[in-house]
């Protein structure tokens, strides 16, 4: 008896004893150990003797109405993210790793149940009160209520959120499998409670908001013109993640209608550099601009290590037209790539052939190893060809004359029955209607790549128009997903995560402000996405993410345009740059300066 007392007040004081604790780090990996130490001063990519001082002019091409970017109302200004500090701060030159900003160290779970922010003792808003817990669990909150419809994707899986320490914050998750959940909270902006109190987060405003990041607000002229100035007593000036950056006193940002004024404006000098994405522009204008000649603008192109993404015209599944493979596939066979490459680009763009471009994770060849096992668990719901044929993007010889391609197409529309009708348009059999869509832009520069489609369409019998809207109303499409056809940038990073839920997963296809942009419905899709998520290893998220782009490859959801791994930079010869470069990053505006002479 007295043994099997001892027993159990040994097991009651074993029951007893605390949980232990989680070790205090200055930072996160996503996967494998972090490039920097406890100790480190500054990123490799900065210089930390960089002059503070002068002015940085920028350029955005369209309006805005709002300084609130948190939410789907309004068109929000751009550069708002200087005003704000985040948990954890992300290195551009890692795959994903962050490290303290606001919180001073972090407390990840071994189990990964549960990750705490200990809060930096100097942290504090512009207007001197210090960020609390109750500023961070506020603007949890107040972010999944109110604020874009990814909030609720990327924190979805989060239980509950507390303070459990004066400096501390803790985030409970349902899942303990996501892996990047708590990256994720680091990247999370916290906003000052006191200063939102009495006001509808909800609603567009004008009126300059309190931050804590290394930029206020100086002046808006609305839709046309905002500038920041910096915080002179920012408190996180000194911080390892902040030290060579952040060193203009001003940046200005100016709003023109189009490309084409804006670089005419550029070259006059009203802003000082422009990361050039039209071809025929950095071929022809910049090499006979005076300011070029005479030193004021220098051109330098910037090769980088990041993934491209895909960049597509994006078909919308909630169509009908587009809700059926063979009208996808014939409108692919459409796009004369090599052609207008040539005419328009000469001939320096690549065509994209992975949502993954430019990185390990695009899939190529045919499916092998962890991958192919990945794929074969959705054997039968999968088209046979992926396993046994190497998905090719359409090929044309670039002459012009792409017949074959346009044979082909009209071949794939017989055969799923769509029949020409006496205009020449063919008929969808289930409504007797023609087969007729809309593409849409706010960018004119993409009007001559899109006409040349429309006539090729036209070709095998399918009506569509191109309209430009402005920027607003283009905005408002694109959240509402009230369009036909669009060109759409699907980014992605080299640790791709969360975000593939928006991207793709079907229970965000019917939520507005969603960025599931092509309605993707696919429990296959839904399946690889999560599996993604949860990867234990850099080895499974490589084979995972490979299989995914494999399978929306054969998906044809998007028409693939074209990618560059190099940024094509024109920039006021007063700026300087770090001697390393970030290799995943073009975030000039933090790490630049002006010339001490300057």
Not at 160 to 179: A, I, L, P, R, Y
Not at 288 to 300: C, E, F, H, N, T
Not at 393 to 404: F, L, Y
């Amino acid at each position: 008896m007295k043994l099997l007392t001892s027993l159990c007040l040994l097991l009651i004081s074993f029951i007893s004893l605390p949980a232990q604790a989680a070790e205090k780090v200055h930072g996160m990996a996503m996967h494998g150990d972090l490039k920097y130490g406890p100790d480190f001063t500054h990123f490799e990519y900065v210089n930390p003797n960089a002059p503070k001082g002068g002015t940085l002019k920028e350029h955005s091409i369209g309006t805005f109405d709002n300084l609130n970017g948190f939410i789907m109302k309004g068109v929000a200004a751009g550069n708002l993210s200087l005003l704000y500090d985040t948990l954890l701060s992300a290195s551009e030159d890692e795959p994903f790793s962050e490290y303290g900003l606001l919180a001073e160290s972090v407390e990840r779970a071994d189990d990964n149940s549960y990750i705490r922010f200990n809060l930096h003792p100097s942290a504090k808003f512009h207007d001197g009160k210090a960020v609390t817990p109750e500023d961070v669990i506020w603007t949890f909150n107040t972010l999944l209520e109110k604020g874009l419809p990814f909030y609720r994707a990327y924190y979805g899986a989060v239980e509950s959120v507390e303070k459990t320490g004066e400096q501390q914050v803790t985030f409970t998750f349902k899942d303990k499998t996501n892996k990047e959940l708590p990256l994720i909270l680091g990247q999370l902006p916290v906003l000052p409670k006191h200063y939102w109190d009495g006001k509808d987060f909800a609603s567009t405003t004008l009126e300059a908001p309190l931050g804590s990041g290394p930029y206020k607000i100086k002046a808006v002229d609305a839709g046309k013109r905002i500038v920041y100035e910096r915080v002179t007593d920012y408190w996180g000036k000194d911080l390892p993640v902040n030290k060579g950056r952040y060193n203009f006193d001003t940046i200005e940002l100016d709003y023109y209608r189009d490309a084409t004024v804006a670089v005419e404006a550029l070259l006059a000098g009203e802003y000082d550099y422009r990361l050039e994405n039209i071809a025929k522009t950095w071929a022809t204008t910049y090499k006979d601009a005076q300011a070029v000649k005479d030193g004021r603008i220098v051109l330098k192109e910037i090769e980088h290590s990041r993934p491209a993404g895909m960049q597509a015209f994006a078909l919308n599944q909630r169509r009908p037209i587009f809700a059926d493979i063979a009208i996808r596939k014939a409108v692919n066979l459409a796009f004369d790539f090599e052609w207008a490459n040539r005419q328009f680009a000469y001939g320096s763009y690549t065509r994209t052939d992975s949502y993954f471009e430019n990185s390990e994770l695009a899939s190529s060849d045919l499916p092998e190893g962890e991958e192919l096992a990945i794929l074969e668990e959705y054997k039968d719901q999968l088209p046979p060809a992926l396993f046994t044929e190497e998905f090719i993007v359409p090929k044309t010889k670039g002459d012009g004359n792409n017949r074959k391609q346009l044979r082909e197409a009209m071949h794939i529309l017989d055969e799923a029955g769509y029949k020409t009708g006496p205009d020449g348009l063919r008929i969808d059999p289930k409504t007797g209607q023609p087969l007729t869509f809309e593409i849409i832009e706010h960018q004119p520069a993409f009007e001559r790549w899109t006409l040349p489609l429309i006539q090729n369409l036209k070709k095998i019998g399918i009506k569509a128009t191109f309209r430009i809207v402005d920027t607003a109303q283009y905005q408002n499409r694109v959240l509402t997903h009230d369009y036909d056809m669009t060109v759409h940038t699907f980014p992605q990073s080299l640790s791709p995560g969360n975000e593939q839920i928006e991207y793709w997963h079907s229970s965000k296809a019917d939520v507005e402000g969603s960025r599931n942009w092509l309605g993707i419905k696919s429990p296959v899709v839904d399946d690889l996405v999560m599996k993604i998520v949860n990867a234990e290893s850099r080895e499974d998220l490589v084979a995972y993410t490979r299989a995914l782009d494999r399978v929306l490859k054969w998906g044809y959801y998007v028409i693939p345009q074209w990618h560059l791994n190099k940024f094509r930079l024109a920039y006021n010869s007063k700026i300087a740059m770090p001697e390393t470069m970030a290799p995943y990053a073009s975030d000039l505006t933090s790490t630049w300066w002006v010339k001490a002479d300057e």
